[in-house]
Protein backbone atom coordinates (compact mmCIF):
# COMPACT_ATOMS: atom_id res chain seq x y z
CA UNK A 1 0.00 0.00 0.00
CA UNK A 2 1.36 3.64 -0.80
CA UNK A 3 1.82 5.46 2.50
CA UNK A 4 3.02 9.39 2.64
CA UNK A 5 4.80 11.10 5.55
CA UNK A 6 5.08 14.67 5.24
CA UNK A 7 8.06 16.68 6.96
CA UNK A 8 9.37 20.65 6.88
CA UNK A 9 6.06 21.97 8.91
CA UNK A 10 7.46 24.34 12.08
CA UNK A 11 6.84 27.34 13.79
CA UNK A 12 7.53 30.93 11.44
CA UNK A 13 6.86 34.26 11.67
CA UNK A 14 4.75 36.13 9.70
CA UNK A 15 6.37 36.89 6.09
CA UNK A 16 8.68 33.85 6.25
CA UNK A 17 9.02 30.50 3.92
CA UNK A 18 8.53 27.18 4.88
CA UNK A 19 8.85 23.95 2.81
CA UNK A 20 7.17 21.08 3.02
CA UNK A 21 7.98 17.27 1.97
CA UNK A 22 5.75 14.49 1.65
CA UNK A 23 7.96 11.22 0.75
CA UNK A 24 6.25 8.35 -0.93
CA UNK A 25 6.88 4.42 -0.11
CA UNK A 26 4.75 0.85 -0.98
CA UNK A 27 4.68 2.13 -4.79
CA UNK A 28 6.44 4.87 -7.83
CA UNK A 29 4.48 7.88 -7.40
CA UNK A 30 4.06 8.38 -10.88
CA UNK A 31 0.77 7.05 -11.71
CA UNK A 32 -0.71 9.26 -8.91
CA UNK A 33 -2.45 12.74 -9.31
CA UNK A 34 -0.81 14.37 -5.85
CA UNK A 35 -2.44 17.29 -3.40
CA UNK A 36 -1.74 19.44 -0.41
CA UNK A 37 -4.68 19.91 1.59
CA UNK A 38 -4.43 22.06 5.09
CA UNK A 39 -7.00 21.91 8.38
CA UNK A 40 -7.44 23.99 11.31
CA UNK A 41 -8.78 21.72 13.82
CA UNK A 42 -12.58 22.47 14.56
CA UNK A 43 -13.01 23.85 10.85
CA UNK A 44 -13.45 21.32 7.70
CA UNK A 45 -10.13 20.26 5.63
CA UNK A 46 -9.53 22.08 2.67
CA UNK A 47 -7.45 21.66 -0.56
CA UNK A 48 -4.51 23.60 -1.27
CA UNK A 49 -2.98 22.61 -4.16
CA UNK A 50 -3.10 19.58 -6.66
CA UNK A 51 -0.35 18.59 -9.56
CA UNK A 52 -0.91 16.14 -12.42
CA UNK A 53 1.40 12.68 -12.43
CA UNK A 54 3.99 14.19 -15.11
CA UNK A 55 3.66 17.71 -12.91
CA UNK A 56 2.69 19.44 -15.67
CA UNK A 57 -0.90 20.74 -14.61
CA UNK A 58 -1.32 22.65 -11.33
CA UNK A 59 -3.81 24.35 -9.24
CA UNK A 60 -3.62 26.57 -6.46
CA UNK A 61 -6.83 27.61 -4.40
CA UNK A 62 -6.72 31.41 -4.49
CA UNK A 63 -5.68 32.55 -1.05
CA UNK A 64 -2.30 30.88 -1.93
CA UNK A 65 -1.51 31.60 -5.36
CA UNK A 66 1.74 33.56 -6.01
CA UNK A 67 2.77 32.44 -2.65
CA UNK A 68 2.89 28.84 -2.78
CA UNK A 69 4.28 26.35 -5.27
CA UNK A 70 3.49 22.70 -5.62
CA UNK A 71 6.23 20.43 -7.06
CA UNK A 72 7.39 16.74 -7.39
CA UNK A 73 10.49 14.87 -8.10
CA UNK A 74 8.70 11.27 -9.62
CA UNK A 75 12.88 9.92 -9.38
CA UNK A 76 12.79 10.87 -5.42
CA UNK A 77 8.89 9.50 -5.01
CA UNK A 78 8.42 12.65 -3.26
CA UNK A 79 5.95 16.19 -3.70
CA UNK A 80 6.58 19.53 -2.00
CA UNK A 81 4.64 22.86 -1.26
CA UNK A 82 6.99 25.67 -1.08
CA UNK A 83 5.07 28.29 1.12
CA UNK A 84 6.08 31.98 1.23
CA UNK A 85 4.91 35.11 2.02
CA UNK A 86 3.12 33.00 4.89
CA UNK A 87 0.59 34.71 7.53
CA UNK A 88 -1.06 33.46 10.53
CA UNK A 89 -4.46 32.53 8.50
CA UNK A 90 -2.14 29.67 6.39
CA UNK A 91 -1.75 28.02 10.05
CA UNK A 92 -2.81 24.53 9.90
CA UNK A 93 -2.01 20.96 9.66
CA UNK A 94 -1.13 20.45 6.43
CA UNK A 95 -1.75 16.98 4.60
CA UNK A 96 -0.34 14.98 1.05
CA UNK A 97 -2.78 13.22 -0.39
CA UNK A 98 -2.38 10.85 -3.10
CA UNK A 99 -4.86 8.81 -6.20
CA UNK A 100 -4.28 6.61 -8.21
CA UNK A 101 -5.46 7.43 -12.08
CA UNK A 102 -4.75 7.11 -15.23
CA UNK A 103 -5.30 10.99 -16.36
CA UNK A 104 -2.51 13.46 -16.10
CA UNK A 105 -5.14 15.82 -14.64
CA UNK A 106 -5.11 17.99 -11.52
CA UNK A 107 -7.90 17.43 -9.11
CA UNK A 108 -8.93 19.51 -6.17
CA UNK A 109 -11.73 17.25 -4.79
CA UNK A 110 -10.39 15.71 -1.43
CA UNK A 111 -12.81 12.80 -2.45
CA UNK A 112 -10.87 11.95 -5.03
CA UNK A 113 -8.10 11.17 -3.06
CA UNK A 114 -7.27 7.75 -1.07
CA UNK A 115 -4.11 8.01 0.09
CA UNK A 116 -3.38 10.42 2.88
CA UNK A 117 -0.14 11.46 5.46
CA UNK A 118 -0.45 12.03 8.75
CA UNK A 119 0.36 15.61 8.56
CA UNK A 120 2.48 18.28 9.51
CA UNK A 121 2.09 21.61 11.87
CA UNK A 122 2.55 24.77 10.30
CA UNK A 123 2.40 27.54 12.85
CA UNK A 124 2.99 31.41 11.42
CA UNK A 125 3.04 33.53 14.10
CA UNK A 126 5.07 36.23 15.96
Known amino acids: QLQLVESGGGLVQPGGSLKLSCAASGYALDSYGLAWFRQVPGKEREVVSC????????NYIDSVKGRFTISRDNTKNTLYLQMTRLQPEDTAIYYC???????????????????WGRGAEVTVSS
Open 97 to 115: AARWTVHDGCQMSEFLYFF
Open 51 to 58: ISKGGGNV
